[in-house]
Each structure stands twice: as structure tokens, then as C-alpha cells.
């Protein structure tokens, strides 16, 4: 059994453990490609997204 901080909530928990990851992954990005992640820069970046269909195995195709 773990003692818990005073006055710390149990439904707080995963909401913490949500923000720590939060934090971890942004941490982790700018680590692996030393950009800044701000919340201006994700506010203003333009994404371009795509569709590809997997082609089929060349033994289907007659």
C-alpha cells in the first residue's frame, strides 16, 4: 500500500498522469528534432495530410 499526499484526490490521478505524459512526449519531440514546441507554433503551423491505399501482393494481381 502507498501513502498519498495530503490532500490529493484519487480522481485526480489520471488526470495528472495525463499532463506528466503531455509534458514527456512534448519534452521528447523537442529532444529528437530540437524545435521548440510552442502553443503559438502549433496554433499557426499549416499540416498537410494524405490517404495511400495499400497495393495488393503481387501474387493477387493476374
Known sequence: MCARP??????????????VA????VALAHHVTAVRLTRRLLET???????????????LRA
Do not use: I, Y
Open 45 to 59: 503551423a499549416e499540416f498537410t495530410c494524405g490517404l495511400m491505399t495499400k497495393p495488393a501482393p503481387s501474387w
Open 22 to 25: 503531455r509534458r514527456a512526449r
Open 6 to 19: 495530503a490532500g490529493r484526490s484519487t480522481d485526480s490521478a489520471p488526470a495528472t498522469r495525463r499532463a
